[in-house]
Structure formats: C-alpha cells, structure tokens
C-alpha cells in the first residue's frame, strides 16, 4: 500500500481556500430574528435588561437566556501546533478556527477560537480561569508538555465547567475504543494484556492513565520515551508525570520491552517500531502505531512479518484510523447537554465504551454503500468510521448518561428518548455521509472526464479533482485554450494533465464506428456521425466513457439540460432494467429532501412513478437518511377530487404490492407531508415524521419547485443529480460555480446515483 497521503493539495489551494468568500473559517450569525425595532428591542435594550435581571438572580438561568450552553472556547498559546512545534499564538489561529468548525459541523456546538500570547504557565491559567462565565467548556489545543498538564488540572480544580485537553484525552478515548475491540477480538481480557507505549508526552501518558483507569494493571504496562524504558529509580530522574507510570523491570530498551507484549501503543516518532520488533510480540499483536503524519511502522511492513496483526494508525489512508473528531465534538455535546461541572474519567470511559459498541453494530446495506465498502466489524474494522452518523447520539448520550451517574450534571436529562431524537434533529446526516463520500473516492481514485474543460469554471473543479486526490480528470476540449488557462491559474504541470481534442484523438475512429452503428437508423449518415464526434464535446465526451476511457462523465456548463441530455443520449442507453430521471437534493442546517423526477419524464405513468420513488429512495439511504416517501400533488387524500389522482394511487397500489422497505404515503398536498401539524390530521398517513422523499406528479410542477426553493428556499441545492444511465454521468447547472461541479463529478465517481 502506497504511504503517499490520499489527501493532495498544493499550498496555492490551501491559501486560497481560507481566503476566499471572506477570511478565515469561522463567522458569527444571530440567532433571533433582527428585522424589525421590536426585535432589536426585545434583544438589547431595553427588553434585555430581563434576562439579565433574571441571571442576577439565578445564574443556573444562564444557560436558559444565552448561549453559554452551547458554546466551547478552543484555546491555544502556540506551543505545540500540530507536528509544527512552537510556532506562537497567532499562528495557531488556522487550527484553532479549523477545531471550531469541526465542533459545529460533527455535534452543532458553537466554539470559539481563543490565541493566548503568553508561555507563562500561572498567567494562562489565570486568562483561561476568569473566562468561565462565558463559555459552558473549555478545549485545551496545541499547548506542550508539561505545562499542558498544570494547565488542565489546575483549570479543572477551579472551574465548574468541562475542561479537557484533546491532545491528550481525544486520542486517548478514542485508541481506548480501539483496543476493547482488538482485544474482544483476540479473545484477551484488558486485566491480561501485557502493553508497551512509546512515547511519554501528552497523548501518550493519556493513553496510559485511561487504558489503567479501564482494567489494564499497572504492572503490565511499560513506558518507554527517548531514553528508554522508564522503571523505577532511573538515573537522571523524571517529571512525576512519567514517574506515576515507572515500574520494576529489567526491560531498558523498547526492543526488549516488547518481548512477549500483547499490545503496542506508539505515540513518538515515524520507523520507531522496526519490523523485527514485532516479530517478538505475542501472538496476534495488537498494533496502534499512531504517530503523524507517518506511523511508527506502516501496515504492509507489520503485516510482512506478522500478517495474524491487527493494525490502527492515524492515517485516513490505512483501516483503523485513530481520530481525534470520533470523540471530542460529541464528548462536549453530551456534557454540555447536562451542564456538567467536568469532564471526568468516567465520562471518558463511557465514550470510549460507546465508540466500541457502535463499531460493532450493522450498518443498512445502503448506507454502508455510500462508505464505498460494507463497514463490518473486524480486523480492519474495530473504530467506526469517523463520518458515522450515529456517532452524534451514540456518544453524546453515553457521556451524558455517565455524567448524570458520576454526579457532575448540573442538569440530568429526564427523558433519554427525547434526548436522541434532540440529538438527531441537530444535524443533517447528509452531511456526514458527504464528507465520508469524499474519503471513499480518495481511497478509491476514478478517472473523471470533464466535457467542458475549456470553461474556465469546469477548468477549476477538474484541477481541484485531482488535486484533492479524487482521480485522474481527463479534460475535454482545445488543448493549447486548456493549457493557456491553467497556466494563467497558476497550475505548476499543466502538461501532466490527460487532455482529449477531438480533433485529433486517437479515440475518433473507433467512437465514429460505434456511433454510426447506433444511429444509422435513425437519420444519420457516417459524416454526419463524423462531425458530432469531431466538433460536439457531450458526443465525444460520451463516446468517450462508452469506450472505457473514463470511469464517469461531467458536463452541462455551456447548453441547456434538455440540450445536454439529448446529445449525451445519443451516445449512451439507460441501465438496463432502469427508468433515467433526475433528483434535486435540498440540504438544510437539519434536513434534506430529495425532490424527483425534477428533469426527464414529462407525464410519468404509474409504474414509472413507483420506480422513481424505489430509487429515489435508495439514494436517500445511501446519503444517510432512512426514507420517507410522499406522492406529491394538489390533492390530499382525495380532496379536492379530480382526474389526475388515478396514477399516483396507482403507484401506492405497486408499492403495496412490492412490499418495499420504506415508508411511503399519498396522494397528498406538500403542507400534510412537510408540516407536522396539519400530519396530525391524517392519523391514518403511514409517515411516521415529515417527508424526506417527494415524488412530484409531473415535470413541470417538479422542475419549477425545483429552482423554485434552490433560489429562494434558503438550503443549498445539489443537482439535479441523473439516475438510471448505464455509465456514471451527471449534467450541472449552467449557473453551477466550480464546487458544485466538483461536487457531482465526486457523487458520479462514488457511484452514489446508482
């Protein structure tokens, strides 16, 4: 396996990423409506003057009028920046503003992103301490050891709100996980296992308290740093932090250590664990070579010579990642929900017990699809992948719980239910499931053709396509036009690039051949067949990804859909068996609906309706989100009457037949299958909660809600995305910008439309 990271930039990309749109990551929006002199009234004065009075009474009320609740300071002086070293505050404000959004975007919680120009260790824990009536948690960031561990513990002793240092407990939480699940599957006991760590900073000596605090005997777990093995009364002494962990041994050297060990647990350095080292561990070694950006030994050269090894890294490239974003968002999303007063041993614990259970759990068929490979548990699969969207509620609530029974939870949750389906509402799990969508494609690169290379803004998403480490882009169009731009964007290797001129392809005569036999019945002399091949891209393009050139198509910037579609069907058929349509995505902060068929079938009949709700609903499962299916129309259940209603009701009737696994209902209005309370007026409706799922009566309803909402419904639009053709192509909008491009072309690879 290749140790080049999956994950490619260029420092171009990532200047202009945090500066585009406006600088930085991170922004602040209200959360009140601020549109009329009553509401500002009502937020400053003079109506605020309330709450405050309200505070001054009860300060437990702070975490009912303001968003001290929600709200986690991410704090760092500079000293320990990634692997980068002390680099100062105000250089680590990129990390600090990049953790803030990590809160926001995995568990909802707001964060903001506090640089301390200081290394006095007494001053940060005075600025940090006197913050705590703002923030309802404090995360500790890239502050080195020792002074890390003051830090915490002395912030711990005097505030009365969670603290936790990440470097140190994320990882430990999380490799924690890791290691119940080696270890069941091994058939150990954690009272048994013999451990060795290596490395003695932060994350290291974490790990090591958490792995004890959980079952792990003292005596059987050594810890070696740069000097070796650390054992009672070694010369030079040591800092009692790597003194509480010091034991009787006659082991100096890691190599010696492990001799017979059961688990390795490295947090130092890249080529720390040789190959011959593993090679003296106990049967089935249990390996967690953490260390970033390379690991102490990869997992091919382990399993070399000890193929009976399970194997995490750090790395997002290599089964079994140990990351950090698994536990922290939720960890502070389960103590904030309770008003904790700390974060404490066994709040970690439970996160770390739940992380395991979920690895262990069945993921649908379909969602699991959406992760590009069935997310069993095993081997090479004992952490949950770090976009699981069960993550949220699994973990928030076993911290929560644990916090309530440690007797830290300033306000207990009464009613568990409520709280997971709280916790659902929260996020939209379209999004996990996106981010994971663009793990699989990097770990499982396809060749992309761009039939509209020479347009600057399909130019951009193609460049970023490969840059981002998603495939090959094979660009469409005039090859001196194509390279005239990507140099005026600043492309380093232009000519690297694949670039397909149909004017000069070796690809045109044997497309020509293919094309003609298709269409020689249906009008087409050869040279007419010639010239659309020589001088139309979608032809090309599409005869392109028929001869297997390419793995899937991207086109739609330059011609109108109904124009696009018709060209690109020229070339290719549907799937066979498969009906072709299209399907807007709708994303909200909380939701996503998808909306069909918003593109190709004009009046679709009854059977063609219960097929586009079939695989309308299969792409829902994929994207994260159990469907639930409404036959849209103006009509709920027969009111008003009239002559349009019979294929619809017919539809329902194939389902009923079918008996799919979904919920399905209709035919009803868009109020009684989005809005709860007119729901309540059909207790009959088979929806057990708001549609997720609309399949609208015809094209022309479908297509103007459609663009409709994209321009004034307030949710990011994705699409329309086409189902059914028998290779991956998608059609953009005329007015998509490069992300949009980018993101279907990532869709089309991952194989998400089906």
């Not at 003292?218 to 070694?234: A, K, M, P």
């Not at 492990?258 to 130092?268: E, K, M, N, R």
């Not at 080529?271 to 089935?284: F, I, Q, R, S, T």
């Not at 027969?638 to 294929?647: C, H, I, T």
Request: proline share 6%; charged share 25%; glycine share 6%.
């Amino acid at each position: 396996m290749s140790e080049k990271p999956k994950v490619q930039f260029t420092e171009r990309e990532a200047l202009f990423y945090h500066s585009t749109i406006r600088p930085g990551k991170i922004e602040i929006i209200a959360s009140k409506p601020m549109a009329t002199q009553r509401d500002l009234s009502l937020a400053y004065s003079p109506g605020v003057a309330v709450p405050v009075q309200a505070i001054a009474d009860d300060p437990a009320t702070a975490y009912d009028y303001t968003a001290k609740g929600n709200l986690v300071a991410v704090i760092s002086n500079g000293t320990a920046i990634l692997g980068m070293g002390n680099l100062g505050a105000l250089a680590s404000k990129p990390v600090m503003e990049g953790k803030a959004v990590l809160f926001k975007r995995f568990a909802d919680v707001d964060s903001i992103d506090i640089e301390l120009a200081s290394e006095d260790t007494d001053a940060l824990i005075e600025a940090i301490a006197m913050m705590e009536p703002s923030f309802g948690g404090i995360n500790l960031e890239d502050i080195k050891a020792p002074e890390c561990f003051i830090i915490e513990q002395a912030l711990r002793e005097r505030m009365k709100i969670p603290v936790m240092h990440d470097d140190q407990h994320g990882t430990a939480i999380i490799a924690a996980a890791g290691l119940i699940n080696a270890c069941l599957i091994t058939k150990r006991k954690l009272e048994d296992i013999k451990v060795v760590v290596n490395g003695a900073g932060a994350s290291a000596l974490a790990c090591t308290a958490l792995i004890k605090s959980m079952g792990v005997r003292h005596e059987n777990v050594t810890v070696c740093d740069r000097s070796g093995v650390i054992y009672r009364d070694r010369p030079g002494g040591m800092d009692q932090w790597k003194s509480a962990h010091a034991i009787d041994t006659t082991a100096r050297t890691l190599e010696e250590a492990l001799v017979g060990a059961d688990v390795f647990l490295g947090l130092s350095a890249k080529g720390a664990l040789k190959p011959e080292y593993v090679k003296k561990m106990a049967e089935e070694p249990i390996i967690f070579a953490m260390a970033n950006p390379d690991p102490e030994i990869t997992p091919p050269d382990a399993k070399a010579v000890r193929p009976d090894a399970i194997i995490a890294t750090g790395r997002s490239d290599y089964p079994n990642q140990v990351n950090n974003v698994l536990g922290f968002p939720f960890i502070f999303r389960g103590a904030l929900d309770v008003s904790a007063t700390a974060i404490n041993e066994e709040m970690k614990i439970a996160a770390a017990k739940a992380i395991a259970e979920l690895a262990r759990e069945q993921v649908h068929e379909d969602v699991a699809a959406a992760y590009g490979e069935a997310q069993q548990f095993g081997r090479d699969y004992i952490i949950p992948a770090p976009f699981d969207p069960r993550l949220m509620e699994v973990v928030s609530m076993a911290v929560a719980k644990a916090a309530m029974d440690s007797g830290v939870a300033g306000r207990p949750i009464e009613d568990f239910e409520a709280y997971r389906d709280q916790l659902k509402a929260r996020l939209n799990p379209t999004t996990s499931v996106l981010t994971r969508v663009y793990e699989q494609v990097r770990a499982n690169p396809k060749r992309m053709i761009f039939a509209e290379a020479d347009n600057e803004v399909v130019l951009r998403a193609a460049i970023q396509y490969r840059d981002f480490g998603y495939g090959e882009p094979i660009l469409v169009g005039r090859t001196q036009v194509i390279l005239d731009k990507m140099a005026e964007l600043g492309v380093p290797d232009p000519e690297s690039f694949h670039i397909e001129n149909s004017m000069v392809s070796d690809h045109v005569g044997p497309m020509v051949e293919m094309v003609y036999e298709r269409l020689k019945r249906r009008g087409f002399l050869q040279r007419d067949v010639q010239r659309m091949v020589n001088t139309d891209r979608n032809i090309f393009a599409s005869g392109l990804l028929k001869l297997g050139v390419g793995d899937a198509l991207i086109t739609g910037m330059t011609r109108p859909f109904a124009q696009t579609i018709k060209e690109v069907r020229r070339v290719l058929d549907p799937a066979e068996g498969k009906l072709a349509f299209g399907i807007h995505m709708l994303v909200g902060k909380n939701h996503t609906v998808f909306m069909a068929d918003t593109t190709i079938n004009e009046r679709p009949t009854a059977e063609q309706l219960a097929v586009i709700a079939k695989e309308t609903a299969a792409v829902a499962r994929r994207l994260g989100h159990e469907p639930r299916v409404a036959f849209l129309s103006y009509s709920t259940f027969g009111n008003p009457s009239g002559k349009w209603l019979e294929q619809t009701r017919e539809a329902i009737h194939i389902l009923d037949e079918e008996q799919v696994d979904f919920e399905y209902e209709g035919e009803m209005a868009p109020d009684a299958a989005l809005n709860p309370k007119i729901m309540k007026l059909y207790p009959f409706s088979r929806l057990s909660a708001p549609a997720n799922v609309l399949i609208m009566p015809g094209l022309q309803s479908a297509n103007i809600s459609a663009k409709l909402l994209k321009e004034i419904g307030g949710t990011t639009s994705i699409g329309p995305m086409l189902i059914g053709a028998e290779k991956p192509v998608q059609i953009v909008p005329m007015t998509a910008i490069a992300p949009d491009v980018l993101t279907l072309a990532v869709l089309a690879a991952a194989g998400i439309t089906g």
